[in-house]
């Protein structure tokens, strides 16, 4: 036989053994403390029927309040130690493992000086084919840095510039 009640926190029709009566449980729908009344404070005929998500396809007048009813069934074991929870809180998930997992903030400079070949400034060139095989999505900052370097020709030092990219990769 068993006890059927309403949680008093959600309003969850449960059912229980009745050996359970007077039992502390935890909810399973609201997770709220709850405390197995005696005996049933209702009969499932006479249960209300709650919102009904998926009505049965076959409406019959005698069951059909009970049956659209969503009833959870609980198994009240014999407890060995006091104060063991009967119902496990599922974990809640690993929220760092769904997003950017294993990827790096990374920095990468290029300098305007370095993409001179042979006289012709490929500098637009070089930044352009960086900036497309990171792929716009992971560019966080580009910052334009300036910088003094010696060149070699002249043996002077000259001022130059270049682009500070952060991308996640
Ligand atoms: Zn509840």
Redesign the pocket.
Known sequence: MDIVFD??????ELAVDSSGAGSEIE??????S?QIPPQSKKTKAAAVPAETHSPSPIPSAINSSAAARVEKHLKVPVRSTPGEPLILKPQPPLQAVARGAGRQILSHTIRRATCVESGHDKFDEVVSKFLNEVGEPNIIATHSVSYTHLDISSQKLLNDYGLLVIYRG
């Open positions: 949680c008093p926190h959600c309003e969850q909810c399973p729908s609201c997770q709220e709850i």
